[in-house]
C-alpha cells in the first residue's frame, strides 16, 4: 500500500496561485487513479478533480474547471494539483488519494473506498486578503 504525502499548501491572497504536491513516499503513483479532495469548515469533502492512471484522463468539478490543473511527474511518484486565480471559497484542507475504487473519466470523478487504497494526511490552503 503506498504511502502518500501532500505538499504546497499554504496561505495566498485572493487571485494567486499555488502547487499542490502528491508524493507516494514508498512506491508509485502509476497503478490507479488518484484524486484531489478537499474539505472546508462545516462541509463535507468533495473530490475535485483526478488524473486516470495512465495520464490521458483528467477530470474537473465545475468549481474548479479553468482554474486548477491535474499532473502527472514522469517519475510516476507524484502528481501536482496546480491551482490559478484562487478565490475565498477555494480555502479547505486539501487532499490527495488513490485507490481501485477511483474511477476518474471526462465526465465523472466517482470513489468507492477499498482495502487497498491510500490517502494522504492533507495540506492547508487558505486564500485570503
Known amino acids: 500500500q503506498v504511502q502518500l504525502v501532500e505538499s504546497g499548501g499554504g496561505l495566498v491572497q485572493p487571485g494567486g496561485s499555488l502547487k499542490l504536491s502528491c508524493t507516494a513516499s514508498?512506491?508509485?503513483?502509476?497503478?490507479?487513479?488518484v484524486g484531489w479532495f478537499r474539505q472546508a469548515p462545516g462541509k463535507q469533502r468533495e473530490g475535485i478533480s483526478c488524473?486516470?492512471?495512465?495520464?490521458?484522463?483528467?477530470y474537473y468539478v465545475e468549481s474548479v474547471k479553468g482554474r486548477f490543473a491535474i499532473s502527472r511527474n514522469s517519475d510516476k511518484k507524484t502528481v501536482y494539483l496546480h491551482m490559478h486565480n484562487l478565490r475565498p471559497e477555494d480555502t479547505a484542507e486539501y487532499f490527495c488519494?488513490?485507490?481501485?475504487?477511483?474511477?476518474?473519466?471526462?465526465?465523472?470523478?466517482?470513489?468507492?473506498?477499498?482495502?487497498?487504497?491510500?490517502w494522504g494526511q492533507g495540506t492547508q490552503v487558505t486564500v485570503s486578503s
Open positions: 514508498s512506491g508509485t503513483l502509476d497503478f490507479y487513479a
Open positions: 488524473i486516470s492512471a495512465n495520464a490521458a484522463t483528467v
Open positions: 488519494a488513490t485507490d481501485p475504487g477511483l474511477m476518474c473519466t471526462a465526465g465523472n470523478f466517482s470513489f468507492k473506498g477499498t482495502e487497498f487504497g491510500s
